[in-house]
């Protein structure tokens, strides 16, 4: 536990102990290779540009 959290009260550092210990926990998921998908550059779904014949369109 950081010294950060020395002033907490000890109810608030249990809790803050036990989401640590639950995202240690936390194992990725076991999914299958995706097919078709992006071979390089950023996931256009997430920043919002697509590319079509290398000319970037928004919607």
């Not at 907490?8 to 102990?17: D, F, K, Q, S, Y």
Request: glycine share 8%; aromatic share 6%; no cysteine.
């Amino acid at each position: 536990m950081s010294d950060d959290h020395k002033h907490l009260p000890p109810e608030a550092r249990r809790a803050l102990a036990e989401a640590e210990a639950r995202r240690k926990s936390v194992t990725a998921p076991d999914l299958p290779p995706e097919l078709g998908g992006r071979k390089q550059g950023l996931e256009p779904v997430r920043y919002g540009d697509w590319e079509k014949k290398g000319i970037a369109v928004d919607f």
